[in-house]
């Protein structure tokens, strides 16, 4: 049987026109990378010995990497900002002098996953998925 992946480049995609449509935000930044070959997967999962699920291997097939940031627009009112905050008031901000509200997704090309090292701050396995999957 076959397994069929979602479509995650469209995934991403659809979320930041989304993000976009809303005049609550402001997206600072999207790119997506250009996807890595099925043997380029391979070659990778070779010389690190590492095995990647399928549903990975589907992942870095589709886009080699992820860079997103969007923020809390600061020219609303402060109305719309007060309203915000209470709809999400676990809306972390980045730091202690960033006045607005911000999130980030950064998803690392394959070989600097594979290869970085990551010292004591990471738990490494063999097997690499998505939510624990092995």
């Given at each position: 049987?076959?397994?069929t992946?979602?479509d995650?480049?469209?995934?991403?995609?659809?979320?930041?026109?989304?993000?976009r449509?809303?005049?609550?935000?402001v997206?600072?930044?999207?790119?997506?990378?250009?996807?890595?070959s099925?043997?380029?997967?391979?070659?990778?999962?070779?010389?690190?010995?590492?095995?990647?699920?399928?549903?990975?291997?589907?992942?870095?097939a589709?886009?080699?990497?992820?860079?997103?940031?969007?923020?809390?627009?600061?020219?609303?009112?402060?109305?719309?900002?007060?309203?915000?905050?209470?709809?999400?008031?676990?809306?972390?901000?980045?730091?202690?002098?960033?006045?607005?509200a911000?999130?980030?997704?950064?998803?690392?090309?394959?070989?600097d996953?594979?290869?970085?090292?990551?010292?004591?701050?990471?738990?490494?396995?063999?097997t690499?998925?998505?939510?624990?999957?092995?």
């Amino acid at each position: 049987m076959t397994q069929t992946f979602p479509d995650y480049r469209a995934l991403f995609t659809r979320m930041v026109d989304e993000l976009r449509r809303q005049s609550l935000f402001v997206i600072e930044r999207f790119t997506l990378a250009e996807p890595l070959s099925m043997s380029d997967i391979q070659a990778l999962e070779r010389e690190t010995g590492y095995e990647l699920t399928d549903d990975l291997r589907a992942f870095y097939a589709q886009m080699n990497g992820l860079d997103l940031k969007w923020f809390l627009d600061p020219a609303i009112s402060d109305a719309d900002r007060a309203s915000f905050h209470l709809e999400y008031p676990d809306m972390d901000v980045e730091n202690s002098s960033d006045e607005y509200a911000s999130a980030a997704i950064r998803i690392l090309p394959l070989r600097d996953v594979l290869t970085r090292d990551w010292g004591r701050r990471c738990i490494t396995s063999r097997t690499w998925g998505f939510t624990g999957s092995r």
